[in-house]
């Protein structure tokens, strides 16, 4: 019997099958035509049109309006159709589908009974590539000369700021409510790494604590962002991107977590199985 029900999420109809070799449900989202056998954001209460903004999000909201009471397994995950839960870290994209099958995780064992959830291993965000400050960054760097050689100045509301638009994190926080706000903007100011890629598994009894989190939050701070003058790709994902940050910021504050590598693999790869 499965420990777990892990979803894996893609844009891409040809992955579906791919997918479940993996073991895994396969979630479409996006505008391409999936089979009836697939997970979907479209069906029942749903904010699938906003899906350039929240990406994965819109999955994760059909989830909790739709489907979440039905999830009868103990723990629930998440991965995408190019990131996956590792058992550990590898020196090589190079993988035959054999080997990606052995390496992710796709069932839970026995040494993470005492925990609550799974999250990425962190990323940090203060080693920017000097090239990539001269090119995107230089003249606020010139304005901060401090940041080019003290990295523990280049901070999660930083790296914020430069990526997704000055001072929108601030004006996001601020409409937190009142339980996690403080924190939240100490996470932001005092850290400078976080768990990726809006991956995690978790106790499928704490999912709807952070769904009725998440969702009000980011649903006022649609009235300041909108969704008309989002072009680029750092302020067009603005939703999803807010969401990665306090989902590290949330489980970590909350609950007992380890972490696990996150393996990049695209399974566009896998053309002829």
Request: net charge positive; glycine share 4%.
């Amino acid at each position: 019997m499965k420990s777990i029900t892990f979803f894996c999420l893609t844009l891409n109809p040809n992955h579906e099958e791919t997918i479940k070799k993996l073991s895994y449900l396969p979630v479409g989202l996006g505008d391409n035509k999936f089979s009836k056998n697939c997970f979907s954001d479209k069906e029942g209460i749903n904010i699938s049109e906003k899906n350039p903004f929240y990406g994965e999000y819109t999955f994760h909201y059909w989830l909790w309006k739709n489907y979440l009471d039905f999830i009868k397994t103990e723990w629930v995950g998440f991965c995408q159709y190019r990131k996956f839960f590792a058992k550990k870290k590898v020196s090589t994209i190079n993988l035959s589908f054999s080997d990606l099958k052995n390496l992710v995780i796709t069932e839970k064992n026995n040494q993470i009974n005492d925990i609550d959830c799974i999250l990425g291993e962190k990323f940090s965000v203060s080693n920017y590539k000097f090239s990539k400050i001269i090119k995107k960054h230089f003249f606020h760097f010139l304005k901060n000369p401090d940041l080019f050689f003290n990295k523990r100045k280049r901070n999660l509301k930083l790296q914020f700021d430069l990526f997704h638009g000055e001072g929108n994190i601030d004006l996001a926080i601020n409409l937190l409510n009142q339980k996690d706000r403080q924190d939240f903007k100490n996470f932001m100011f005092n850290q400078n790494s976080f768990n990726p890629h809006n991956m995690f598994l978790c106790r499928t009894n704490l999912l709807k604590n952070y769904y009725e989190t998440i969702f009000p939050w980011l649903e006022k701070c649609e009235k300041i962002f909108g969704f008309s003058n989002l072009k680029d790709y750092g302020s067009q994902r603005i939703y999803g991107f807010l969401a990665e940050r306090f989902l590290s910021y949330w489980f970590t504050k909350n609950y007992k977590y380890e972490e696990l590598p996150i393996i990049g693999k695209d399974l566009s790869d896998y053309k002829n199985l």
